[in-house]
């Protein structure tokens, strides 16, 4: 784990980015008494931060629960199924 100040990170962020991609823990200390953990968003948690894309996801998972759902019967002609 690396502990650098606010100034230090501002000044040289594409270092410290780079170190978070070999997994290396970065604290930035703001002031005495603030801190914050830096860590990379893995596929998943970068698209849970995305609230447009919850919402969509969210209408597809109840449309197919309440059996709102396509078959795709032939897998060569696929828009005869969907259309």
Known sequence: ML?????????NQKK?????DT???IVVQRGKDKAY???PLSDAEALSTNPALLERVKAA??????GETITITD???IWASIL
């Open 16 to 20: 410290y980015f780079d170190l978070l």
């Open 3 to 11: 502990v650098i100040s606010s100034k230090e990170f501002r000044n």
């Open 61 to 66: 998972e109840k449309s197919i629960e309440s």
């Open 37 to 39: 953990l830096l860590t």
């Open 75 to 77: 897998p060569q002609n």
């Open 23 to 25: 997994n290396v823990q």
